[in-house]
């Protein structure tokens, strides 16, 4: 057994080494310094190379060998004297019926169609060859993917490998994306050599700086236009503008967190304020129940995150319900003491992004700083997690400052704000897509 060097696991019979073909993707099969040390048995022909092929191959104006020399003119002119060689002039040569493959990048990996072997960087392919044509990762395939050889001609112009860049992109970007043919999708993995792409800032976001602009070079990176840098992003925090909000209406920035029992029933059991686009802030008192024995109550996946208003303390999984749901990824305890009090706060991050709007968006943190952060007094009938927002610093801001802790005890936001702060630039790497 022979072992292709470009991929473990990949055997040949010998009888497929040096054979003429091209039986590994890489051409490793037929290489010279491996096939030179073989020896052809009468009556094969040996191709230059060192490959042997079939004495009936040579001179038949079909290239057997890889490299095409079982069809050299000097040989087959010698061979056949007296032939007339298919209508050409003798400074033509040899009359040879294949088509070439212009491969000047090395990235086209062309292959039989039928019988799955790989041509070589500028090899011939034999007359009535159908071949499938792709290319090597980072690369773009321009032009038909299946292609045949007649007599001497490709049927259709041959396709081309192009660099590709890889798609970029931040979750507080929106992107738009051009070939000079016209618009095309910006969510590939990966993207044409020359396509412009125009950045601006994602709904729910604002906009530091102008809109950007960067295109895909030959090279296979992203480069930007001018002098410019693409537009720096930030969340709109804790503005509420709803043309029919009424008093009752659930502020964007209210979340529920339900737990799920050993049935696919999911109740609520806190509520939680979105800080970023993967962070709700709630109090851990919203985890300390175990619904299924052995599985610890902080697991994540006992737990999930819906937007909005609550309808109905409970939903069953695989029915139809109101709410969009977010998977918890894990949940960070956050823990504070000063001597004569200690509390913590659960920091809930989501395994996916959430996308804002103008009903769906974060609050911001508090300016305000107090030593007395623990606030004790009778909050029943107040729900876990539920925060005390404040509007009256700023026209138009609302400010996370407090969270309900339980029934008796709220904590002010202050003393975790630095470890918020934290979870938040720790997740700012996670906005690339």
Not at 40 to 50: E, S, T
Not at 256 to 274: D, L, M, S, W, Y
């Amino acid at each position: 057994m022979r072992i292709c060097s470009i991929a473990r696991g990949s055997c040949l019979n010998w009888s497929q080494v040096c054979d003429g073909l091209a039986d590994c993707k890489d051409g490793s099969d037929e290489d010279p310094t491996l096939c030179t040390a073989f020896e052809c048995p009468p009556p094969a022909f040996r191709c230059l190379y060192g490959a042997c092929v079939s004495p009936k191959a040579v001179c038949n104006h079909i290239p057997d060998c890889l490299d095409g020399s079982d069809e050299m003119a000097e040989i087959c002119m010698a061979r056949n004297p007296s032939v007339d060689h298919l209508g050409q002039d003798v400074k033509n040569g040899w009359k040879v019926r294949h088509c070439r493959l212009e491969n000047p990048s090395g990235s086209l990996v062309v292959e039989n169609y039928v019988g799955g072997t790989t041509f070589l960087r500028n090899a011939f392919v034999p007359d009535k060859t159908v071949v499938h044509l792709s290319c090597r990762n980072g690369y773009g395939l321009i032009g038909e993917e299946k292609n045949i050889c007649d007599a001497d001609q490709w049927r259709y112009p041959l396709a081309s490998c192009v660099p590709q860049c890889k798609h970029v992109g931040k979750l507080s970007h929106t992107r738009q994306c051009f070939l000079p043919t016209g618009p095309i999708d910006c969510d590939q993995s990966l993207l044409p050599m020359l396509t412009i792409m125009s950045v601006t800032c994602s709904s729910g976001y604002e906009k530091t700086g102008d809109d950007g602009w960067q295109f895909c070079n030959k090279t296979g990176g992203w480069v930007i236009f001018g002098n410019n840098e693409l537009p720096t992003c930030e969340p709109i925090c804790g503005v509420w503008k709803l043309k029919n909000a009424t008093a009752s209406s659930s502020p964007p920035w209210l979340m529920n967190v339900f737990q799920r029992g050993h049935k696919p029933e999911f109740t609520a059991v806190c509520i939680a304020t979105i800080v970023s686009p993967y962070i709700v802030v709630t109090t851990e008192r919203c985890f300390g129940e175990v619904s299924i024995k052995s599985v610890a109550s902080t697991e994540p996946v006992l737990y999930t995150v819906a937007e909005g208003e609550i309808y109905g303390n409970s939903f069953l999984a695989h029915e139809p319900h109101p709410y969009k749901l977010h998977n918890v990824s894990y949940i960070h305890y956050v823990r504070v003491s000063d001597g004569k009090n200690a509390g913590t706060l659960a920091l809930v991050h989501l395994v996916q992004p959430l996308e804002f709007h103008m009903k769906l968006r974060p609050v911001c943190l508090t300016e305000e700083v107090t030593d007395n952060w623990v606030t004790v007094g009778n909050f029943k009938g107040v729900r876990a997690g539920q925060p005390n927002i404040d509007d009256r610093r700023q026209p138009d801001r609302h400010e996370l400052k407090e969270v309900i802790i339980d029934e008796r005890m709220k904590y002010h936001i202050s003393v975790f704000k630095q470890d918020i702060l934290n979870d938040i630039a720790e997740t700012h790497a996670k906005e690339n897509i």
